[in-house]
Structure formats: structure tokens, C-alpha cells
């Protein structure tokens, strides 16, 4: 089987994605039960969480609504391919390469066109600020001070998956 079988009981193929089965409920729902830095923090920390977390940075450092969005869903390819560490990943160009083209799709599925180069670039610079807040905070180990540059205080406490789903889902409405 070459599926997976999603919350809403779609099979979805990750390896060649259907854009007609992307669903943002499917997306909002797994991410919401995902733990970020493979379970290593404090309590559970979701990468639905950690997407809401970048999207309000964007929308404090008044950015443009696809930039909003894009943050928001950073991470939906998790969704359907679950995610792998960082130190691995980059060792891992088949993933990466899937990953790629799902993440890609998804952006293009919900904004209507796809992310340039420069605001690309400006989602993963706000991944990374979260990243490096989110060790400074659940890990107690400092990457770099990055963290210092972000404008929003986010909350790293564990919070109801189904209050997690449905904060990402009005997010989501709000800037669709």
C-alpha cells in the first residue's frame, strides 16, 4: 500500500500527491497530534502549535497574507509524511525531494500560486526564530539568540489537541 489513510478517510498517496485530496481539516488534525523535536520537550509541544506560533509572528511583524499563511502551513506536508529530524534529514535526499514537491503543492492548493524564492526564504527565517526559541525554552540549550529578534511572546505549554486543531482552523479561515 502505497496510502495513507487520513483522519477523514481519504487515502492519500505522498509520493504523488493528489491536490484534490489535500484537506486542510486532514492537515489541521495530524499536526495537532504531532510532537515537535521528536518528542524531546518539556510536555507536548505540537507542530500545529509551533505553525500557529510563526504565523502570528508574521502577522506582528505585519506581513503580507500569503506570508501569513505560508507559515501556517510550513509543516503541512508533516501531515502526510510525518517528519524526520534535521541532523537525518539532510542526509536523506528522496525525502527531501518529497518533501519538497508535497510542501510545494500544498502552498500552491491553498494560495492559489506558488511561494517565491525571497518569501521562501522569509517563512523558514521565521521557522528558524521559532526553533530557536523553542530550545531556548523546552530545552534549556541555546542555538543561537535569534529567539531575542521575535516579536511575539508564544506559549510552549501543553494545550488540548482539539482546542490546537480548532485555533489553527480559524487562523487558517481568517487568512485563506
Known amino acids: 500500500m502505497s496510502s495513507i489513510i487520513t483522519i ?11 491536490p484534490k485530496l489535500i484537506d486542510i481539516n486532514d492537515i489541521a488534525h495530524a499536526l495537532s497530534f504531532l510532537c515537535r523535536a521528536n518528542g524531546h520537550e518539556k510536555c507536548f509541544y505540537s507542530v500545529a502549535q509551533h505553525s500557529i506560533a510563526c504565523a502570528r509572528e508574521a502577522i506582528a511583524q505585519e506581513l503580507p497574507r500569503d506570508i501569513i499563511l505560508g507559515c501556517l502551513l510550513h509543516d503541512a506536508s508533516e501531515a502526510y509524511l510525518s517528519d524526520v529530524t534535521r541532523p537525518i534529514k539532510k542526509d536523506l535526499p528522496y525525502y527531501l525531494e518529497v518533501e519538497d514537491i508535497l510542501q510545494s503543492l500544498i502552498w500552491e492548493h491553498f494560495l492559489g500560486r506558488s511561494l517565491t524564492d ?3 526564504n522569509i517563512i523558514f527565517g521565521i521557522d528558524d526564530l521559532l526553533l530557536s526559541m523553542e530550545f531556548h525554552v523546552n530545552l534549556a540549550c541555546d542555538l543561537n539568540e535569534d529567539y531575542l529578534k521575535l516579536r511575539t511572546e ?23
Do not use: C, H, I, M
Open 154 to 176: 508564544p506559549s510552549f505549554e501543553f494545550r488540548d489537541f482539539a482546542e490546537v486543531r480548532k485555533e489553527f482552523l480559524e487562523l487558517f479561515n481568517q487568512y485563506a
Open 118 to 120: 525571497e518569501e521562501r
Open 8 to 18: 477523514s478517510g481519504k487515502y492519500f498517496d505522498p509520493t504523488a500527491p493528489d
